[in-house]
């Protein structure tokens, strides 16, 4: 299996741009996460899907942040419109729980966004 | 409220020391204690553990959980340069969602 998959690594954008950051999890999975990390936080979780239904919203920051799971093998999460203070790197991760490895997530590569 | 707390937030070490690390969690329903290691990437799995004083092992890096007072420790003997990383400690509770909480995170230098 080729992992959690990201897309882009990076990106650069200016205020005020939509920016979408793209996961397809580990075929097989029910569980899909979407973190954000800077320094001065840490790892945040923004959102959780279970079988491509949103569980837990409470850490999106705003309403400026807004995540789909059309279906078990892709999910986005968009901001509309950026600001410099959501930059940071932004983690998809994937888990299935129920199986001898419950709650082990599987971090895909980041994207690493920067907002000018 | 959930929370995992990591200890000490940072350490500087040389080569062949041994460190440990802590984490200390108050997490309702509690089902697994997980330590990531983080280079300049993502998260990678270490350990995972369910049951107190069961000590797991994996080369250098050994990692044990104490269910009664709430905290597990990471501990890494003969460090070498590669060992230098954010260790991360997070709890999976709340019956089964399969969301975890992720401590702060210990970053661990280790000169030469």
């Known amino acids: 299996d080729a992992g959690v998959i990201q897309s882009p690594r990076h990106e650069v954008t200016e205020m005020g741009q939509e920016v979408t950051l793209r996961c397809k999890p580990i075929s097989g999975h029910d569980y899909l996460f979407w973190y954000r990390q800077t320094m001065m936080r840490g790892l945040e979780l923004l959102i959780y899907f279970n079988n491509n239904v949103p569980i837990d919203d409470s850490g999106m920051p705003e309403d400026r942040f807004s995540a789909k799971m059309p279906n078990a093998s892709f999910s986005t999460l968009k901001i509309q419109p950026s600001e410099p203070r959501d930059s940071a790197v932004y983690f998809c991760?994937?888990?299935?729980?129920?199986?001898?490895?419950?709650?082990?997530?599987?971090f895909g590569p980041g994207t690493r966004l920067t907002v000018l | 409220e959930d929370k995992v707390v990591q200890s000490p937030l940072s350490l500087v070490v040389h080569e062949g020391d041994t460190v440990t690390l802590n984490c200390s969690y108050e997490v309702t329903n509690f089902r697994s204690l997980l330590w990531y290691k983080q280079e300049k990437k993502a998260p990678t799995f270490l350990f995972m553990l369910?049951?107190?004083?069961i000590e797991k092992k994996s080369g250098r890096l050994s990692s044990i959980l104490d269910k009664k007072e709430l905290f597990s420790i990471l501990n890494i003997t003969a460090t070498q340069t590669g060992d230098s990383a954010v260790y991360l400690c997070?709890?999976?509770?709340?019956?089964?969602?399969?969301?975890?909480?992720f401590g702060q995170g210990t970053t661990l230098q280790v000169k030469p």
């Open positions: 369910t049951s107190s004083g």
């Open positions: 997070a709890v999976g509770g709340s019956s089964n969602t399969g969301k975890l909480i």
């Open positions: 991760a994937s888990s299935s729980v129920g199986t001898s490895s419950y709650n082990e997530q599987f």
